[in-house]
């Protein structure tokens, strides 16, 4: 038996989760949602379990896109990584949701937009460049106007990755370790629009 890791986020209108085991896929699920991922993702995620025959105590290891995103979508996985964690003892990591979402799209060599939507004419995003298999942040995750951001990175030539191709690649991800599972908070990012 493996090292089992469980990953999930509800930052975008996606509801996001999957079961590892090793550098296997055992199991994952990609769901558009309607601002209902507090109704869907324990039920989801229960599926799963009963499905691959898991038990939550199973897994050594939890990881959690932490936002920036919609305010309710955070709460929800950051709210039951933190349950799972503490309840089960299971380490927790966490990461960008806008890492998460675009892992599956970074493994080649190249400069990449990630975005997502946000309140109306806004997004997150995030700039990033991926040279030899290493993803370097030139602009971290932010809240922007859509055309200031797409004019602040006109000079780069860059893929764009957003809600019509986000492509997650679970065995990419790593997150960084928290050390106190209860002062784990989203990553609210907000500015008046």
């Not at 971290?140 to 055309?147: G, N």
């Not at 893929?159 to 599972?181: A, R």
């Amino acid at each position: 038996m493996g090292k089992k890791t469980l990953v999930l986020d509800t930052a975008s209108k996606y509801l996001y989760f999957a079961f590892l085991d090793d550098d296997n896929i055992v199991y994952d699920c990609f769901l558009e949602g309607q601002n209902n991922h507090s109704e869907n993702l324990l039920k989801e995620i229960e599926k799963g379990l009963e499905k691959e025959n898991f038990k939550l105590k199973d897994f050594q290891k939890i990881i959690v896109g932490i936002g920036p995103g919609s305010y309710t979508g955070l709460r929800v996985s950051v709210t039951v990584a933190k349950m799972l964690a503490w309840t089960a003892n299971i380490p927790i990591f966490s990461l960008s949701s806008l890492t998460l979402l675009a892992s599956g799209r970074l493994d080649k060599d190249g400069i990449y937009a990630i975005t997502m939507k946000a309140k109306k004419d806004a997004i997150y995003g995030k700039l990033v460049e991926v040279k030899n298999g290493k993803v370097l942040e030139i602009i971290p995750d932010d809240f922007f106007f859509e055309k200031e951001f797409f004019e602040k990175i006109k000079e780069y030539d860059y893929t764009l990755i957003n809600e019509v191709n986000y492509l997650v690649n679970p065995l990419k991800l790593n997150g960084e370790k928290v050390e106190n599972v209860h002062a784990l908070n989203p990553n609210y990012i907000q500015k008046g629009v």
